[in-house]
């Protein structure tokens, strides 16, 4: 029984920072549509492609 307590703990633990990195993941694909949908395709070029990802001027 105990084992099965830690595993539903450590499951429980994962869902929350995927869930986190979902809504990254559709705001950053939301910008990317709104560039997209905008003719601006140089625009996505400007973003980071990963958090705290410096982007460069060019």
Sequence with gaps: MSRMALVIAFVLALIGPAS????????????????????????????????GERTSSG
């Design 20 to 51: 986190a990195q979902k809504a990254e993941i559709e705001a950053a694909n939301a910008k990317y549509t709104e560039f997209y949908n905008k003719g601006d395709f140089a625009a996505p070029r400007r973003l980071p492609v990963y958090p």
